[in-house]
């Protein structure tokens, strides 16, 4: 696939996109954020930077999870209050994409998925249980997120300071993972499933783990 080249708006720097479906660029140079399409470009503005911090993953790591190759394009960070966690973007080698949501160490793999009428924000509650694809879930965690830091490529229109209600469920068996994100209307909705260490495997396990 041949890389569409964009230039930063703020510093004139130029940037190969090699997913059409990215929609975000941090640029390198400056530490700006593009959000771009086929017709223009727009400045988000000054982006936080991320501290590597004490994971095995990076922008630019490759390696190999379910037997398919992958490569890291970009991660956001998000803030609960008590704590954060990293949203890293993937990229397969078979052309479909995924998220993997790293919390203190525990990896999740997920993707978006279309569940009809998910619930609404205010009926959500720890403990509440929901059934989506055959599978019961238990929710654990319901708050507010907010966007602390951006680098990479990301296929969504994301910044610093923003913010979004989420509700996180793992199933019982602790197998799987569903999470809300209130968003848009409707809002998003991601289904995956826990990771161990063995299931992820990197060419460059770099020395902080």
């Not at 990215?22 to 640029?27: E, F, G, I, Y």
């Not at 479909?96 to 203190?104: A, P, Q, R, S």
Request: with cysteine.
């Amino acid at each position: 696939m041949k890389p569409q080249a964009i230039k930063c708006p703020s510093c004139g720097a130029t940037h190969d996109v090699l997913n059409p479906g990215v929609v975000t660029v941090v640029c390198e140079y400056c530490g700006n954020a593009v959000y771009w399409d086929e017709d223009k470009l727009r400045d988000a503005g000054q982006q936080s930077i991320l501290p590597e911090g004490f994971t095995r993953l990076f922008r630019g790591a490759t390696g190999r999870l379910d037997n398919r190759r992958f490569a890291v394009m970009g991660r956001v960070r998000y803030s609960f209050g008590k704590g954060f966690w990293d949203e890293w973007f993937l990229t397969f080698d078979d052309g479909t994409i995924g998220w993997l949501t790293e919390d203190n160490h525990e990896l999740a793999l997920q993707q978006r998925s279309a569940i009809k009428k998910p619930p609404a924000f205010e009926a959500m509650k720890p403990g509440r249980s929901f059934k989506a694809r055959g599978i019961d879930f238990v929710f654990q965690e319901v708050g507010r997120a907010e966007c602390i830091g951006v680098e990479g490529d990301l296929p969504i229109a994301v910044k610093t300071g923003e913010t979004y209600q989420f509700a996180d469920a793992s199933s019982p068996d602790g197998r799987h993972t569903f999470g809300i994100e209130y968003d848009a209307d409707p809002p998003t909705v991601f289904v995956g499933r826990w990771l161990t260490y063995a299931d992820l495997t990197l060419d460059d396990e770099g020395l902080d783990w």
